[in-house]
């Protein structure tokens, strides 16, 4: 019989029940039992099995899908630094301590209580190394090809053969001035997005330690005895090679493939896989007599958790996979988890390449120019979103476009880079002035005037007001003059979205924490479900690097309560 919790999301997200409270170990009836039970397997839960495993514990993973969740959808790009081999063959002398400076004004917590502490983050500057190097020992691979090292212009994704770039603001002056730029964007060595690449090889790993992994199968709730000790927890598994579980399946592989171009149809294709689930799940109890880890993703989604905590990043393009729907932040919240940084998401409006689109300016709805347009990004996004109704576009003039066309016809780019870019040249809004201009896209006239001579005026004199390097400034001169249509809602240049925030751990252990800021017997949290590294802003690379610091953070945390739980 369906769980009481089997009202059909719309978007097809998990429902969680309230947890199963029970007197004791000996009053349920187990199907299995393990000492550590990870829930999600993505890099975090990956890392996270891996960790507890061979720590000595007896690990099972319950995975709703098949598998990869939004790393195996991902470009592979791992935030890493410190001096790594991969940075020191290609001449850069980086040092933890110079990215610690780096990501302390990047992402850290500013004095916000909420916010991951300097000494986790310099622990995490201080492992980045060691995180490489533990990767490469299982197979993955971040080599650049020798002709390619330090050549690589700004871009949002490097080509195939450069595996080590700037994924960040290290170079923009403002964070060179901090600390001396290194680029610390590995990228897995792979055929295009790389994050397939990355999970088979964590995997592979999981195999070859024979960790069990069971497979659609969706955990909806907890499992806790009188003192709200985590004991397990209830999932709800379709036969393995059962119709049902062929048809579910099917039904995931087309919403996926259907998402990016079809959203609304791809969540009625969840919505199905949901209700097969709920009708055909067969419902079975798992004893974690160590510990649970919760790494099943963020939330964006979850349609009614980003309208409650990030309204404004409703409009945004959901990246990630079908599991990033918050059940593991739900599962921790349903037995007294506290959270945190829910508000928080990282909006991508990446404007490189083409690599002369951050001449241009950026302005909001008004004709006001915002940003520095040679940041990473997410800035660009999030400041667009935060603090502009999610509505911008980029000003550029006859000689940008005729370059940036250029480029995107024959400058090698990727055809995700390449087609939206010309798609929105092409056919962008013209005017021989910034005024006619602005009156085509309903903005003050007087104020985009006003930007444009502000910014031509900075650029003949090499000083821009915003702090964009000389080599980014251009005069925009040369009419006509285009609107590119950068805004949050665009259908034909998409701003993808993640969710940072979640459940509030210890950050010695990975421990969930509760509203007093007490450990939860029994409970972790890693990756995205979790607050971490990249919960306060984002660089590419920084979600996966921290997702597989957690994930083994959590799993060797987990692996070792033994003798906590026989001594209470």
């Known amino acids: 019989m369906p769980t009481p919790a089997s009202a059909t999301a719309a978007d097809g997200s998990l429902p969680i029940d309230a947890p199963l409270v029970v007197d004791s170990d000996g009053a349920v009836d187990w199907r299995w039992r393990c000492d550590v039970l990870v829930v999600g397997y993505g890099a975090a839960g990956a890392s996270a099995a891996i960790a507890a495993q061979e720590a000595g514990a007896r690990t099972l993973i319950a995975e709703r899908f098949d598998g990869g969740g939004a790393t195996a959808k991902s470009g592979g790009i791992v935030y890493a630094g410190g001096g790594t081999a991969q940075q020191r063959r290609a001449g850069y002398a980086d040092t933890p301590e110079a990215m610690f400076r780096y990501l302390q004004l990047e992402c850290g917590s500013h004095g916000d209580d909420n916010a991951v502490a300097d000494g986790t983050l310099r622990r995490f500057c201080e492992d980045s190394v060691g995180l490489v190097a533990w990767l490469e020992s299982i197979g993955v691979r971040f080599d650049s090809d020798p002709q390619y090292e330090k050549t690589q212009p700004k871009t949002s994704y490097p080509k195939d053969g450069i595996y080590l770039y700037y994924s960040g603001n290290e170079a923009v002056k403002e964070y060179a001035a901090v600390a001396e730029p290194a680029p610390r964007g590995h990228r897995v060595r792979g055929s295009f997005l790389s994050g397939r690449t990355l999970f088979e090889a964590l995997r592979a790993r999981v195999d070859a330690l024979g960790i069990r992994t069971l497979r659609q199968s969706g955990v909806r709730r907890l499992v806790v005895d009188r003192r709200n000790q985590v004991l397990g927890a209830e999932l709800w598994q379709?036969?393995?090679?059962?119709?049902?579980?062929?048809?579910?399946?099917?039904?995931?592989?087309?919403?996926?493939?259907?998402?990016?171009?079809?959203?609304?149809?791809?969540?009625?294709?969840?919505?199905?896989?949901?209700?097969?689930?709920?009708?055909?799940?067969?419902?079975?109890?798992?004893?974690?007599?160590?510990?649970?880890?919760?790494?099943?993703?963020?939330?964006?989604?979850?349609?009614?958790?980003?309208?409650?905590?990030?309204?404004?990043?409703?409009?945004?393009?959901?990246?990630?996979?079908?599991?990033?729907?918050?059940?593991?932040?739900?599962?921790?919240?349903?037995?007294?988890?506290?959270?945190?940084?829910?508000?928080?998401?990282?909006?991508?409006?990446?404007?490189?390449?083409?690599?002369?689109?951050?001449?241009?300016?950026?302005?909001?709805?008004?004709?006001?120019?915002?940003?520095?347009?040679?940041?990473?990004?997410?800035?660009?996004?999030?400041?667009?979103?935060?603090?502009?109704?999610?509505?911008?576009?980029?000003?550029?003039?006859?000689?940008?476009?005729?370059?940036?066309?250029?480029?995107?016809?024959?400058?090698?780019?990727?055809?995700?880079?390449?087609?939206?870019?010309?798609?929105?040249?092409?056919?962008?809004?013209?005017?021989?002035?910034?005024?006619?201009?602005?009156?085509?896209?309903?903005?003050?006239?007087?104020?985009?005037?006003?930007?444009?001579?502000?910014?031509?005026?900075?650029?003949?004199?090499?000083?821009?007001?915003?702090?964009?390097?000389?080599?980014?400034?251009?005069?925009?001169?040369?009419?006509?003059?285009?609107?590119?249509?950068?805004?949050?809602?665009?259908?034909?240049?998409?701003?993808?979205?993640?969710?940072?925030?979640?459940?509030?751990?210890?950050?010695?252990?990975?421990?969930?924490?509760?509203?007093?800021?007490?450990?939860?017997?029994?409970?972790?949290?890693?990756?995205?479900?979790?607050?971490?590294?990249a919960s306060n802003s984002y660089v590419s690379g920084l979600s996966l690097a921290d997702c597989l610091w957690s994930g083994r953070r959590a799993g060797r945390a987990a692996a070792g309560l033994a003798g906590l739980q026989a001594a209470a």
């Open 238 to 533: 379709l036969p393995a090679d059962s119709p049902a579980a062929r048809r579910h399946a099917r039904l995931m592989r087309r919403a996926e493939a259907l998402h990016n171009i079809a959203p609304r149809w791809a969540d009625r294709l969840r919505a199905r896989a949901l209700q097969i689930e709920t009708a055909q799940g067969d419902r079975a109890l798992v004893r974690a007599q160590r510990g649970v880890v919760l790494s099943t993703g963020g939330f964006i989604f979850n349609r009614a958790m980003v309208a409650q905590h990030a309204p404004k990043y409703t409009m945004t393009m959901r990246l990630g996979a079908t599991g990033c729907d918050g059940s593991g932040i739900r599962l921790g919240q349903s037995v007294g988890a506290s959270v945190a940084r829910l508000d928080k998401v990282s909006a991508w409006r990446f404007i490189n390449p083409p690599s002369v689109w951050p001449q241009g300016i950026a302005v909001d709805a008004g004709g006001e120019r915002f940003c520095n347009e040679q940041v990473y990004g997410a800035k660009l996004g999030v400041q667009m979103c935060e603090q502009h109704g999610g509505r911008a576009w980029l000003i550029i003039d006859k000689a940008l476009r005729r370059k940036a066309i250029r480029e995107a016809l024959f400058g090698g780019l990727w055809a995700f880079q390449s087609m939206p870019a010309l798609f929105l040249m092409l056919f962008a809004p013209r005017a021989r002035s910034p005024e006619a201009l602005a009156a085509k896209i309903g903005m003050p006239p007087a104020a985009l005037r006003q930007s444009v001579e502000r910014y031509n005026d900075g650029a003949r004199r090499k000083q821009d007001a915003l702090g964009k390097s000389a080599a980014y400034l251009a005069e925009l001169a040369q009419a006509p003059y285009y609107a590119l249509d950068l805004s949050a809602d665009s259908k034909t240049f998409p701003c993808p979205a993640i969710t940072l925030g979640g459940l509030r751990v210890n950050e010695a252990s990975g421990a969930v924490l509760d509203a007093q800021g007490l450990d939860i017997g029994g409970l972790y949290a890693a990756g995205r479900s979790a607050v971490g590294i």
